[in-house]
């Protein structure tokens, strides 16, 4: 059974993944103001690309592969795509700044940014379900 989301329900996904993202980016902003800023939305516009490009790869597999029904197993197989997609990121615009990169705390903030990515899930999933056409099934 294919579904997936219409125009608007995929705008409005986008449009959330997009603010916590750069809510995500004010906050590095804090962590890092020793190494540099970066404009939030730029964060913000970086991480829901990465996010849509590797997300829909990652449907594609799973498709492929039979893994569509279990909402546990896709979620347990994303853990470590989102954390290297926060580590990536996150070491691409603050810590390779850095004179003496901390890996610990990269680590730290990718984990907690893989955390994030799924709290942002609930509402862009639902935003989906509920917007007028906001998700087909055939």
């Known amino acids: 059974m294919p579904a997936g989301p219409s125009i608007i329900g995929a705008i409005t996904f986008t449009g959330i993944k997009f603010a916590g993202y750069g809510y995500a980016g004010v906050r590095l902003n804090d962590v890092y103001r020793n190494i540099g800023t970066v404009a939030p939305w730029t964060f913000g516009a970086a991480r829901t690309i990465l996010g849509l490009v590797v997300g829909m790869a990652f449907a594609a597999s799973m498709s492929y592969w039979g893994i569509t029904h279990s909402m546990w197993l896709w979620y347990l197989l994303l853990v470590p795509i989102r954390f290297l997609e926060w ?19 990269l680590s730290k903030y990718s984990l907690a940014g893989s955390a994030w990515s799924s709290v942002l899930d609930i509402p862009a999933a639902l935003s989906m379900i509920v917007v007028p056409g906001g998700m087909w099934i055939c």
Do not use: C, Q, S
């Open 87 to 105: 580590f990536g990121t996150i070491w691409l615009f603050y810590e390779r700044k850095a004179v003496l990169p901390d890996w610990r705390r």
